[in-house]
């Protein structure tokens, strides 16, 4: 196993909407972190797109906040980009994920290995999938 540094610090922003959809996510998202990608450092930050803006709960390495539901995911990611303002930069790297990322096509979370999170770090780069984006970016 090889990181960038001897420990890399890696954010996940979880965004969920309630817990009555994929209410395992959050643990299996864990799961996958500590099977795939073990001696991190990492911090969760959830963003409840049900919970009221300014709503807050914090505990060691985990934070839940109230989103914004305007444009779903993408609202919840500026949420959680506006709650943690600079200090986002103490990250190695930041994996940003929804409460369905277990369903439909999954094979994309083999790539979530040590010698990607290595090839990353420090870098302003991206990996991941989006199954579905009607505009062209």
């Known amino acids: 196993m090889s990181y960038h540094r001897a420990v890399p610090r890696v954010l996940s922003i979880f965004v969920r909407a309630g817990l009555d959809q994929y209410g395992d996510a959050e643990a299996r998202l864990s799961e996958l972190f500590d099977r795939q990608l073990p001696g991190l450092e990492r911090d969760v930050l959830v963003v409840d797109n049900l919970l009221p803006a ?9 934070i839940v906040i109230g989103g914004d539901n305007r444009v779903w995911e993408f609202s919840a990611i500026d949420a959680a980009v506006a709650h943690l303002g600079p200090s986002i930069w103490r990250y190695d790297l930041v994996n940003v994920v929804t409460s369905a990322f277990m369903q439909l096509y999954v094979a994309y979370l083999e790539r979530f290995r040590p010698d990607v999170v290595s090839a990353l770090a420090g870098h302003r780069g991206c990996l991941g999938h989006i199954d579905c984006y009607n505009e062209p970016i």
């Open 54 to 62: 300014g709503a807050t709960e914090s505990r060691r390495g985990r």
